[in-house]
């Protein structure tokens, strides 16, 4: 199974619950109740509102219902809203799927010496369709500044755009700032010269891909793969990839070691010094902490939504 496949697939395993959690679209929230000047209780079963209505519920929906000047349009505004919401919480997925999927199983130092493209694209076009959708949702949802502000839907609400803010703003940082910078140490150490021994990091900047050289490491020896039909890309049968220590997994492979001897050798394994990273580094590492941390928060504001 390919990485971008198992990535979708582990994204849409962990976020099904995630479009769950939406929250059900209702005729009477809490601006309803200010109006009616009634408790949640009078017109839900559970006092606490949601679910099933009673006798008077059911008639206030009616009344709702029968405000509705135009019943066609009113019908193709609820499919529109359908529509984008459904795009909105697909995108949600893929989004906050690629985050868990980089943190939970590849590790933010996957990234750490420069921002792979797959990412970075469903980032960057993930931001944008939960911007516009996100827009047209709130428009239909919300219809005053009274609304936003001064209802717990409205207040949860406005949380969830600022903290969509902030994801978006330290994207932008990262791409713009701190991108270029972990780009420019992986140059430097693909090109550095490695008769010298390369630590398990350093090895990190050879992956194969963008035209450096594919090393990995192997019982303390490092090879080069570069130059071998079988590992284009840096990737060896679409699971091993290049730049990292594959001694464990390559003992369960169905070769033996003898295939190695056919690939040059690029140095030893070295043990790595004390070393303290650079601020742009551990300014990465906090993002992409950071942005992990807003999606729970997320997830959390959804579940309020609906069972809070």
């Known amino acids: 199974m390919s990485k971008i496949v198992l990535q979708h697939l582990i994204g849409l395993i962990l976020f099904t619950s995630f479009a769950i959690l939406v929250p059900q679209q209702v005729g009477a ?27 008077t519920g059911k008639a206030f929906a009616e009344s709702l219902r029968a405000q509705t000047v135009n019943p066609e349009r009113s019908a193709f505004v609820k499919g ?40 970075l694209r469903v980032g960057i076009v993930s931001m944008i369709v939960m911007g516009v959708t996100g827009s047209i949702l709130t428009y239909y949802r919300v219809y005053s500044l009274d609304t936003l502000f001064h209802t717990r839907f409205g207040i949860l ?22 991108g270029p910078r972990l780009k420019a140490k992986r140059k430097e150490l693909s090109s550095a010269d490695t008769a010298g021994g390369l630590t398990l990091e350093d090895l990190t900047a050879y992956d194969g891909k963008d035209g450096r050289p594919a090393y990995f490491a192997f019982e303390g ?17 679409g699971r091993h990839n290049a730049g990292n220590d594959l ?10 070691r003898e295939k190695l001897t056919t690939m040059a050798t690029a140095g030893e394994v070295i043990a790595a010094g004390p070393r303290k990273a650079p601020l742009h580094e551990r300014v990465f590492f906090f993002m992409a902490h950071m942005n992990l941390t807003i999606v729970f928060i997320i997830i959390l504001i959804l579940s309020l939504w609906r069972w809070g």
């Open 29 to 55: 929230t809490e601006e309803y109740a200010k109006q009616t000047g009634q408790a949640c209780a009078a017109c839900h079963l559970d006092p606490g509102g949601g679910g099933e209505l009673t006798t």
């Open 80 to 119: 529109f809203r359908l529509v984008i919401g459904y795009f909105h919480f697909l995108t949600a997925i893929f989004w906050f799927g690629t985050i868990l999927y980089v943190h939970l199983i590849l590790k933010p130092a996957y990234a750490a010496s420069g921002l792979p493209r797959g990412e």
């Open 157 to 178: 609400l406005f949380i969830k755009v600022c903290l969509y803010l902030v994801m978006v703003i330290s994207a932008l940082f990262v791409i713009t700032v701190i």
């Open 221 to 237: 020896k490092v090879y080069d793969a570069t130059q071998s039909k079988l590992w284009k890309q840096g990737v060896h049968m």
């Open 247 to 256: 001694t464990e997994a390559l003992s369960l492979a169905p070769h033996g």
